[in-house]
């Protein structure tokens, strides 16, 4: 399980360090279980750049990954993966911020 909790804006080097973390595990085990997102709001990205590293993680990730949690109060995280989950693999779910406890137990293989 991966769990990402950002601070701040996203960078395009986040994603590439988020992918030399799972890329290795995927390559040992083919998948990761479950991919935790912690963020009380939406940071955004600080660059376009960031968006298309966004996007290229979704696309070479998305079949290799079976459940994403969000844990927010966003408004715009809470809509996103209802449309993520139209054109990617992994189930999703959104549990409200305090709610993390019942997240990690969701993403866990039962």
């Known amino acids: 399980m991966l ?8 960078t395009a080097e986040d994603f590439r360090a988020i992918s030399s973390t799972v890329d290795p ?14 963020a009380t709001s ?12 966004h996007m290229k ?21 809470t809509w996103a993966p209802k449309i993520a989950e139209h054109f990617a693999h992994p189930e999703f779910k959104v549990f409200k911020s305090g709610d993390r406890a019942a997240a990690l137990a969701w993403l866990r293989p039962g």
């Open 57 to 77: 993680f979704v696309r070479g990730h998305h079949r290799k990954i079976e459940r994403v949690a969000v844990v927010t109060d966003s408004t715009i995280l």
């Open 25 to 38: 595990y995927i390559g040992e085990n083919g998948k990761l279980t479950g991919l935790l997102l912690e």
């Open 42 to 53: 939406f940071p955004g990205w600080d660059s376009l750049g960031a968006v298309i590293e």
């Open 3 to 10: 769990i990402v909790a950002p601070k701040e804006a996203l």
